[in-house]
């Protein structure tokens, strides 16, 4: 008498019964065989790259080139970074001198590139109230005038001229003198009168 493994008498079994045996220990043997196959063709085929981190790009901080003149230690022309100030760049060109009136200067004011800042001795903002404004050969800078400096410009009282001061304090230094004209009460024809005696 045949038996299989589990003891079971084969002959016992009808065909129909032999046949689904055959068909199960079949199946079986598929499912042993091929699944382990099947699923590490799956995973090798889905396996996802390992993704490196991009390394962060060096960015290079702008720099704004100015000249520091007038009563300062070291004038000559600095490099700072976007977002400094006026005192920023009288600290590197050495720091005022004893003479120095930084009472005139807006110390606060962001600076812009190409600027020019001129510390003034002390006396020189009062000598120019006294006269009637900078002269052509020293125009007075808008990034650094004081209200009593402005106030002595030409056609610029002193209601405008903290006007120029509020203006400059919200949007930061001028870079032209057309700028003027988004100053409330300047006009085309007060920037034209004002050419050559101020700066930028």
Request: glycine share 10%; hydrophobic share 45%.
């Amino acid at each position: 008498m045949r038996r299989d493994d589990r003891g079971v008498d084969l002959h016992a079994l009808t065909p129909a019964q032999r046949r689904l045996l055959a068909g199960v220990v079949l199946l079986c043997g598929l499912l042993v065989i091929g699944v382990p196959r099947l699923v590490h063709r799956d995973a090798t085929r889905t396996a996802v790259p390992v993704l490196r981190p991009p390394r962060p790009a060096r960015i290079a901080s702008a720099k704004l080139v100015v000249y520091v003149s007038g009563a300062v230690r070291r004038p000559g022309l600095y490099r700072l970074s976007q977002g400094t100030r006026i005192d920023d760049a009288i600290s590197l060109a050495g720091g005022a001198t004893a003479k120095a009136d930084l009472v005139a200067v807006n110390l606060a004011a962001p600076l812009a590139d190409g600027e020019q800042i001129v510390v003034p001795l002390r006396g020189a903002a009062a000598a120019a109230t006294r006269g009637a404004g900078p002269s052509p050969t020293a125009p007075l800078d808008l990034n650094s005038a004081s209200l009593e400096q402005l106030d002595a410009l030409p056609g610029i009282g002193p209601a405008t001229a903290q006007k120029i001061l509020d203006y400059r304090q919200a949007h930061g230094a001028f870079h032209s003198l057309e700028e003027l004209d988004a100053v409330p009460g300047i006009g085309p024809a007060r920037i034209e009168q004002l050419k050559g005696l101020v700066l930028p």
